[in-house]
Each structure stands twice: as structure tokens, then as C-alpha cells.
């Protein structure tokens, strides 16, 4: 069975810092890995994911996201923090032939002006 | 521009009455989820959808159920309504694998359905 964990369930950083939202998961197949960002009151919004390919993924809003295989990660960085980015993070993980998504438990992002 | 909806927004029932979610999309997907946010457990699939007369249960599917008699809407029910039940419902849909042929498909979710049980 797949599942994903999320260390820190709160972080905070400094506007213009470094962000580092950390992501782990175990799968007995090579996996689909995302990102899914939540503002208050609203829906997920997908930030980026890995497939097949270059292991290092961009997405949206300047986020970043690197598939290790050999450490079982998939951690999201942006270089320079926002007050927009404050946010809910939810890292999540699927495979071939399986097209549920299983989600992490959520790490909330406080930006710290 | 296509979309996800859901309604209510939010809800309000007593225990034991029967209620209805409605999710509705326009990607014309094939695909479609029930999920549940609760804090602490981020979010969990209740029950999915693969196509039109399919369902199937997901992680906490006791007490809810679905049905699809089309492409664009899942209605969710919760027979007898918890307490237990009271949380954020978010409904989404995806493309295939078999349509696209692109495996790692995105889910793009409704705004959410607020509920609460008394």
C-alpha cells in the first residue's frame, strides 16, 4: 500500500527565505508524485508532479520539487518566500494502473514578514 | 471554462437525517473522486468513480455512498448523517489513463462542501 508522509505539520519562514516543505512516501512501484497547494477556504490547486522524466520539476509560482528514488522523497523548495505562499501544502502519490490519489496529512505554511 | 462545482457550500443537519452532495464537472472526465478533510488526517477518499455505472469504496467509505448515471455529476449521500461525519467534502475529477494515455493524470478539485452534523 502506498502512503506519504509529511514531517512538520507547521513551518514558518521568513518573508524572502528559503521554503522547504519535506515530503516522503513508500510505494512498491515506481510512483506519480504531486504537490497540491490549498489557500483558505478553497479548493487544491496543483503546484506540480513528477511522472517519468527529469526528477527535477517546476511548477507554478516558483515552486520546485525533486523525485529521489533512492531516498523515497519528493520535497518542495522556493528560493524566496511570499506572504501570498502562505498556505496549506499537500504532497500526494499515485501509480500505474491506480489513479486514486493517496495524500499526506498536510504541512500549513506561515510566512513571517 | 470548464469547472467542478459543488453544492451546498455548507450544510447544516441533525443526526440521523439523510443529505446529498452534489459535485458537478464540465472537463468531461471519466474520472471522479469524494475525498474528506479533517485536521490531522488531510484528505481521504471516501469513494471514486472510473466511469459512468462504476463505483467503488474508498479508505472511509462507511456510511456514505455514490452513484454515476452520467459523466457529469457524482452525487454524494450520507445515509444516516454522524457526527462523525462533520467535515469538509471535496469532490474532483481527472482524465483517464485509457483516454489520454498519459498515466499521472491531475485531479482538479471542487471548492468544497462545509458540513456539519448535530
Known amino acids: 500500500a502506498q502512503s506519504v508522509t509529511q514531517l512538520g505539520s507547521h513551518v514558518s519562514v521568513s518573508e524572502g527565505a528559503l521554503v522547504l516543505l519535506r515530503c516522503n512516501y513508500s510505494s512498491s512501484v515506481p510512483p506519480y508524485l504531486f504537490w497540491y497547494v490549498q489557500y483558505p477556504n478553497q479548493g487544491l490547486q496543483l503546484l506540480l508532479k513528477y511522472t517519468t522524466g527529469a526528477t527535477l520539476v517546476k511548477g507554478i509560482n516558483g515552486f520546485e520539487a525533486e523525485f529521489k528514488k533512492s531516498e523515497t522523497s519528493f520535497h518542495l523548495t522556493k528560493p524566496s518566500a511570499h506572504m501570498s505562499d502562505a498556505a496549506e501544502y499537500f504532497c500526494a502519490v499515485s501509480d500505474f494502473g491506480n489513479e486514486k490519489l493517496t495524500f499526506g496529512t498536510g504541512t500549513r505554511l506561515t510566512i513571517i514578514p | 471554462d470548464a469547472e467542478i462545482t459543488q453544492s451546498p457550500r455548507h450544510k447544516i443537519t441533525e443526526t440521523g437525517r439523510q443529505v446529498t452532495l452534489a459535485c458537478h464537472q464540465t472537463?468531461?472526465?471519466?474520472?471522479m473522486f469524494w475525498y474528506r478533510q479533517d485536521l490531522g488526517h488531510g484528505l481521504r477518499l471516501i469513494h471514486y468513480s472510473y466511469g459512468v455505472q462504476d463505483t467503488n469504496k474508498g479508505e472511509v467509505s462507511d456510511g456514505y455512498s455514490v452513484s454515476r448515471s452520467n459523466t457529469e455529476d457524482l452525487p454524494l449521500t450520507l445515509e444516516s448523517a454522524a457526527s462523525s461525519q462533520t467535515s469538509v467534502y471535496f469532490c474532483?475529477?481527472?482524465?483517464?489513463?485509457?483516454?489520454?494515455?498519459?498515466?499521472?493524470?491531475?485531479?482538479?478539485f471542487g471548492p468544497g462542501t462545509r458540513l456539519l452534523v448535530l
Open positions: 472537463w468531461n472526465h471519466n474520472n
Open positions: 474532483a475529477s481527472s482524465e483517464a489513463v485509457g483516454t489520454s494515455g498519459r498515466p499521472g493524470e491531475t485531479q482538479y
